[in-house]
């Protein structure tokens, strides 16, 4: 089984900046392809970025794209999400969530019912 574990959240204004942290324990695997979702109060959990094992591939949802950065260091099972610029509507809890192998160039990329396992999110607020 694998743990994921989110943090680097918090309270920032608007036009301020995060980055996030998700560390894998447990059984990690090599090959998976990580991904951050966040979900706002009444809303639908969306995705925001992917990245692949090895880091060839990332992918950006339209209103993360320049705005946020996914990486990610095999060495220390972490991926992170920079996020820049940020705005109110990016407040949210941020989950990330890994599947064992490549989903690049398939249509589960972007969809949360395809990953096998999820951290229990952080809370990201950006107030105006």
């Known amino acids: 089984q694998v743990q994921l574990v989110e943090s680097g959240g918090g309270l920032v204004q608007a036009g301020g900046s995060l980055r996030l942290s998700c560390a894998a324990s447990?059984?990690?695997?090599?090959?998976?392809?990580t991904a951050w979702f966040r979900q706002a109060p009444g809303k639908e959990r969306e995705f925001v970025a992917a990245?692949?094992?090895?880091?060839?591939?990332?992918d950006y949802e339209d209103s993360a794209q320049g705005r946020f950065t996914i990486s990610r260091d095999n060495a220390k099972n972490t991926v992170y999400l920079q996020m820049n610029s940020l705005k109110p509507e990016d407040t949210a809890i941020y989950y990330c969530?890994?599947?064992?192998?490549?989903?690049?160039?398939?249509?589960?990329?972007?969809?949360?019912?395809?990953?096998?396992?999820w951290g229990q999110g952080t809370q990201v607020t950006v107030s105006s």
């Open positions: 969530a890994t599947v064992r192998g490549n989903s690049f160039g398939t249509r589960s990329l972007r969809r949360d019912t395809a990953y096998e396992f």
């Open positions: 447990g059984r990690t695997f090599s090959g998976v392809t």
């Open positions: 990245i692949s094992y090895y880091s060839v591939n990332t």
